[in-house]
């Protein structure tokens, strides 16, 4: 059984630009779940989806956005970088939204220059 | 809104003997869930235990157990017989916010 997919798996950016991250999650999951993982905040809740709809949402600006797809994959956008959004994200799979159990991505480290 | 408190942020264990990582929550929500996890030096965050706010008993997973105390709450990550392999930052988290802990930093030495 595969795991969670996140690509790709390190990026470069400049000041200013946008990007998009995805994440397949593990097959028959409807839940995914992204965070922002910093040396100085730690991991952050960004927002989950479940069956293409967003359930939960953290305290980030609106230049996070995230979709999911109806085969469960699922995208996060981020606009107009800047430096601070330099850091891991992960992405997390679960078979339903409150499940006990929640599966990671090995991430996508983001340098934004 | 939840809170998860780490007060650790590293801890040393001798490879064998057992550790506990502390993690203190708060909440004002009835349902609510704790879990564990184990992220290693290449980034991945690996699921270990969870404990259900109505479980009656402490979770236990293998080498790991949960000592969850309701009225403290508290819900402490026990290692039993440490390994080398469990060198790590161990994150205590809490649904259904998805608040994660600052994270303790275990190494096992030899």
């Known amino acids: 059984k595969a795991g969670v997919t996140q690509t790709p798996r390190y990026l470069i950016k400049t000041r200013g630009q946008q990007v998009t991250l995805s994440c397949s999650p593990i097959s028959g999951h409807r839940s995914v779940s992204w965070y922002q993982q910093t040396p100085g905040q730690g991991l952050q809740f960004l927002f989950e989806y479940f069956s293409e709809t967003q359930r939960n949402k953290g305290n980030f600006p609106g230049r996070f956005s995230g979709r999911q797809f109806s085969n469960s994959r699922s995208e996060m956008n981020v606009s107009t970088l800047e430096l601070g959004d330099s850091a891991l994200y992960l992405c997390?799979?679960?078979?339903?939204?409150?499940?006990?159990?929640?599966?990671f991505g090995q991430g996508t480290r983001l340098t934004v220059v | 809104a939840q809170k998860i408190t780490q007060t650790q942020p590293g801890m040393f264990v001798q490879e064998k003997e057992a550790v506990t990582l502390d993690c203190t929550y708060d909440t004002s929500d009835p349902s609510y869930g704790l879990f564990w996890y184990k992220q290693p030096s290449s980034g991945e965050m690996i699921f270990l235990i969870y404990q259900g706010s109505y479980d009656q008993q402490n979770a236990t997973e293998g080498r790991y157990s949960l000592n969850f105390q309701k009225a403290r709450k508290s819900a402490n990550l026990v290692i039993s017989a440490s390994q080398l392999g469990d060198s790590a930052m161990y994150f205590c988290?809490?649904?259904?916010?998805?608040?994660f802990g600052r994270g303790t930093s275990l190494i096992v030495h030899p």
């Open positions: 997390a799979s679960s078979l339903e939204s409150l499940s006990t159990e929640a599966f």
């Open positions: 988290a809490m649904r259904p916010s998805s608040t």
